[in-house]
């Protein structure tokens, strides 16, 4: 039997080319093994769909450094305190935080965000089909500004900011000089708050700092600063992902596509399916074992590092049937992309109107979108956590005519 303690290594180059390839056969080899995983050290990475899913609700699974089993631990970046945020934080610390973010972030407000997407992203169609040029970038010019521009002005943040911040998150999440990105944006949302707190708008933001001071010392302003921040990095390049690899996932699978716009009422259903299928994150964050933890018959000792896989739980045909096949018809939900238990995406609600406006206003105002290079040619970014493409080259008219020789004309 293999010795499941013994770190399985692991090439940077077959690593980053793709994490969730590299799970996806960890998973029929190895379930639940130690791995050394580049630039990260060892990690116990866990692949099967239900251990996976038990993983992500299993409290002795920590997500707080102060919990560390032999004593607290701080996070590496020593730049500015960013990480007092509910995704970093067990019971009752977490149930505080997330219990008055929920105060902010309520569902009447998400819902009211759904006209303002719907003209956001015909805007940016609109630009797209006048931009000229047969071949455009959609990351660059419809998946990325969506979710930024309707962040930004769920949370208040000016218009002039917004290009800069769009660099901010990718550059931290492609980890490019990330002391420097964190303490930018650290001064950043001090100021935002500052700003918010002397001139209160109808903002998610101004929201947070009435909670903040109407119930004083249950958020501190270091946790109120790292809420803020915590939503922008949770919900911007996951979101962006989903559009670009779920336009991807409907160019490469036309049929989904043809009965997705005759049928808009699948919107939702696919979005889930969608979810499944492209899995905009590689693995959930980082636990930690507060104890000896059994794991799909595995002991993993206290203290060690585990990584969920959650992308290798979605493609596990033990729960998914042909797990690879992009189908509308599959019974939604099950899949773990937004993870499971206390730490479920607080945003989900968010990024699921804005997968269901952006698809369906794509697939109308582009009946012949297609895509301008053969999937295998497309570059994904090197990142463990993010899975999200570096381009996606499409043809909003459809393919070009084939030129037919002078004499045939
Ligand atoms: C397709 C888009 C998204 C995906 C795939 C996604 C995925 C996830 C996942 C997997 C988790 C749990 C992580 C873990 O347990 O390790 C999570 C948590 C979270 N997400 Fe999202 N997310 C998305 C969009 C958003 C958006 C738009 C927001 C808000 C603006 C957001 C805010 C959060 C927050 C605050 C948490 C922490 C919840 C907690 O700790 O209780 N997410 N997300």
């Known amino acids: 039997m293999a010795d499941e303690g013994q770190p399985i290594s692991v090439d940077e180059d077959v690593y980053f080319r793709s994490p969730s390839g590299f799970f996806a056969q960890l998973r029929e080899t190895r379930p639940v093994a130690a791995v050394q995983i580049p630039g990260q050290g060892r990690r116990w990475v866990v692949t099967r769909y239900e251990d996976v899913r038990a993983g992500l609700a299993d409290p002795q699974l920590s997500k707080d450094l102060h919990h560390w089993p032999t004593g607290p631990r701080t996070w590496p970046s020593q730049a500015v305190n960013l990480h007092a945020h509910m995704l970093h934080r067990d019971p009752p610390d977490h149930t505080r935080l ?27 169609l609109a630009d797209m089909a006048s931009a000229g040029g047969e071949i455009v970038d959609l990351l660059i010019r419809f998946a990325r500004p969506l979710p930024i521009t309707v962040l930004s002005e769920l949370l208040g943040v000016p218009a002039a900011d917004r290009a800069w911040l769009e660099v901010a998150v990718v550059d931290y999440d492609n980890g490019k000089d990330r002391e420097r990105v964190i303490r930018e944006l650290a001064v950043y949302f001090t100021d935002l708050i500052t700003a918010k707190r002397a001139e209160p708008g109808d903002d998610l933001v101004s929201a947070l700092v009435r909670v903040r001071d109407e119930s004083d010392a249950a958020l501190t302003d270091i946790e109120l600063l790292s809420g803020v921040f915590q939503l922008v990095m949770a919900g911007f390049d996951t979101t962006v992902n ?128 297609s895509l301008a290079a053969t999937p295998e040619d497309l570059r994904w970014r090197p990142v463990s956590l993010m899975h999200g493409l570096e381009a996606l080259p499409v043809r909003p008219h459809g393919p070009s005519r084939p030129t037919l020789p002078l004499r045939q004309r």
């Open 242 to 369: 989903l559009i670009a690899s779920g336009t991807l996932a409907l160019l490469t699978h036309p049929e989904q596509a043809a009965r997705l716009r005759e049928e808009p009422s699948l919107l939702p259903a696919a979005v889930e399916e969608l979810l499944r299928h492209t899995n905009p994150l590689n693995h959930a964050t980082e636990r930690f074992t507060l104890t000896d933890v059994v794991i799909g018959g595995v002991t993993i000792p206290a203290g060690e590092w585990v990584l969920l896989a959650t992308s290798s739980a979605n493609g596990d045909p033990g729960r998914f049937p042909a797990p690879e096949r992009l189908d509308f018809n599959r019974q939604p939900g099950g899949h773990v992309s937004f993870g499971h238990g206390i730490h479920y995406c607080l945003g989900a609600p968010l990024a699921r109107l804005e997968a269901q406006v952006a698809f369906g206003a794509l697939l109308t105002r582009f009946p012949k979108l």
């Open 98 to 124: 997330r219990g008055l973010m929920l105060k902010a972030f309520t569902p009447r407000r998400i819902a009211q965000l759904r006209p303002r997407t719907v003209e956001i992203a015909e805007t940016l």
